[in-house]
C-alpha cells in the first residue's frame, strides 16, 4: 500500500475544506451514477456486475454518495406513453425588477409546474410546464401571463424528448 505525505494544518482562521468532496470522486462513481440514471432499480449485484467490480464497493459507493447528497433520492420516470396523454412546454418568463420573488411564489402554487429555473439571458425564469390538454396549456398560460410584474412570456411545445436523463 502506497502512503502519502499530507501537508501540515494551517493555522489560519480560514474555515476548513470538508473532509470529503462532494460530488463524483471518479470515473467508477460517474459510471454508477449513469446507470442508476438509466435504472435506479437495478441490484447492486447488477451494478457491481456492469461495472466489473465487487458488490461491496458498489454499495460502499453508493452509501457515500448519497451521504455527500450526489446521490438526492430515488424516484419513477413516467415513460413516453403516459407523458404523450399531455402537453409540455418550456415558457421563458420576463419580470420586472424587484417583481421575481412574487412570481415565483404564484409559480409554487401551480401543480402543472414541474420544474422552475433562474437563468440568465434573455428571460429571468424558464419553466417547465405540463398540462392535460392544449385548452389547459392555453389557461395557464394565460395565468401565467397575468401575473402582476409578469412582463413577457414565451413558450416553446416540447413536441419529443431526444435526451431525458432526468
Known sequence: MATTTRPKKSTSTKAAAPAHSAGPRDQLDRDLLALLQANARASTADLARQLGTARTTVLARLSRLERDGVIAGYTVRLGQDVLDHGLQAFVGITVQPKAGRDVVRKLERMPEVRQLCAVSGEFDYVVLLRAESALRMNTLLDEM????????????VALEWKIDRT
Open 145 to 156: 401571463g397575468n401575473f402582476d410584474g409578469v412582463v413577457k412570456t414565451t413558450t416553446s
